[in-house]
């Protein structure tokens, strides 16, 4: 029971802070564990593209959303991803002519809240986990998309930018033997 006049600490901003320095002790093990930048990248997306295919279930019992209709409406759902998983609301922005290919603009990032890069690791992308989780979250939804970083503000740049790219519907597959 917290005494009068105690103040009582925001469980929300201590999970996030918790997170963030989990995450950036997991990218500093895996930069000594492969000692190659463009390795970790290849990692932080595989990792996030396992959590992708298994963070969208959740997403989709909790919001009680109907499939897809266009990319617009993936990129509203991806948009809304964000701001349920890590309270951001990145600005969905940069639209090709043929509706196709998005940028998701961030103005803050908490996952770099405590981060700053080191010269010798200006080919690490630190938030590649977000691609893969795209990536790997549209796959279970029958969308073939490919995501990757356009600006980062770790490496000095105004503003961090993400963009997906729509690539092909998938067709719903049987398993085999099951005609």
């Keep these: 029971m917290a005494r009068p006049g105690a103040r009582v600490a925001d469980s929300k ?13 997991l990218v500093s093990q895996l930069l ?27 997403f ?33 922005t940069s639209w090709s002519a043929a509706s196709d290919e998005f940028s998701l603009l961030f103005d803050q990032n908490p996952m770099t ?13 630190y ?4 691609c893969g989780i795209i990536r790997g979250a549209c796959e279970m939804v029958q969308l073939e998309v490919t995501s990757w970083f356009v600006q980062d503000s770790l490496k000095g740049d105004p503003t961090t930018e993400l ?6 519907k998938l067709e719903d597959a049987m398993p085999a033997g099951e005609d």
């Design 60 to 92: 989709l019992a909790r919001t009680s959303t109907a499939r897809c209709t266009d990319m617009r409406d993936t990129a509203e759902k991806i948009q809304s991803a964000f701001k349920m998983y890590l309270g951001v609301n990145p600005t969905v």
């Design 163 to 168: 963009r997906v790219k729509f690539v092909k």
């Design 32 to 58: 000594k564990d492969y000692e190659n930048a463009e390795d970790v990248n290849r990692q932080l997306d595989r990792m996030g593209y396992n959590i992708g295919v298994r963070i969208i279930e959740d």
């Design 113 to 125: 809240e405590f981060v700053e890069l080191p010269d010798s690791c200006l080919s690490l992308k």
């Design 127 to 130: 938030c590649n986990l977000f």
């Design 13 to 25: 901003k201590i999970n996030s802070e918790l997170f963030t320095l989990t995450y950036g002790a």
